[in-house]
């Protein structure tokens, strides 16, 4: 083998995996580019949907739980205030508030 045809096949080796890397390359950045772009869509039609909304059906339903309870504690607390100003002024001598 000449030293022209041994220079020229270790070009040929060298440009081989460079020009194979370039393509790959470019195919994950072209298919990769069109995926993001896809799934960017999807998420700001969801993203839209969810703004939309009122409020999250599952925080909305515990809200709902949250607000019964509340009003149920103040009518318990509301009780409690009335039997202990019953008792206060049962008492005699009390410094009722």
């Not at 020009?19 to 039609?45: P, Q």
Request: charged letters at 20%; hydrophobic letters at 45%.
């Amino acid at each position: 083998m000449t030293a022209q045809t041994e220079h020229r096949l270790k070009i040929a080796l060298w440009c081989v995996p460079i020009i194979f890397s370039l393509g790959s390359l470019y195919s994950v950045v072209t298919v990769g580019n069109a995926d993001v772009s896809a799934r960017m869509g999807i998420v700001e039609d969801g993203l839209k949907v969810h703004s939309a909304l009122k409020a999250h059906p599952v925080t909305e339903s515990r809200l709902d739980v949250l607000v019964t309870e509340q009003r149920a504690l103040r009518a318990d607390v509301a009780e409690a205030d009335g039997t202990l100003g019953g008792v206060c002024a049962a008492i005699d001598g009390a410094r009722c508030k």
